[in-house]
Nanobody, 127 residues
């Protein structure tokens, strides 16, 4: 079993910054994609950023330039640095994991289907 735990959420004023953390525990897989999603009540969940075990990252277009996803392989942790936060960034942020024992390549295309989810951490941005 795999457990994901987020931390780092909080309340900030417009223009502020937060760094979210997601720690992964349990079985260690050789390949993975870790992602940050967010959800505002009444709206669909949005993918914010992804990073895979090869170090490739992708970002939601609307957040490029304001967020950076990173990882610490030894700590099995993923981070989301968010800068210049705006009220519309207010949401519950979730960490998600797609894990595989198959190397990324012809037989494993990462960041397609997330099985493991954290409980979420709330980010609130006031104007």
């Amino acid at each position: 079993q795999v457990h994901l735990e987020e931390s780092g959420g909080g309340s900030v004023q417009s223009g502020g910054s937060l760094k979210l953390s997601c720690s992964r525990s349990g079985y260690t897989y050789s390949s993975y994609c870790m992602a940050w999603f967010r959800r505002v009540p009444g709206k669909e969940r949005e993918e914010v950023a992804t990073i895979d075990s090869d170090g490739n990252s992708n970002y939601r277009d609307s957040m490029k330039g304001r967020v950076t996803i990173s990882q610490d392989y030894a700590k099995e942790s993923v981070y989301l640095q968010m800068n210049n936060l705006q009220p519309e960034d207010t949401a519950m942020y979730y960490c998600a994991a797609e894990l595989s024992d198959t190397p990324i390549g012809a037989y494993y295309s990462p960041c397609q289907s997330y099985i493991y989810w954290g409980q979420g951490t709330q980010v609130t941005v006031s104007s």
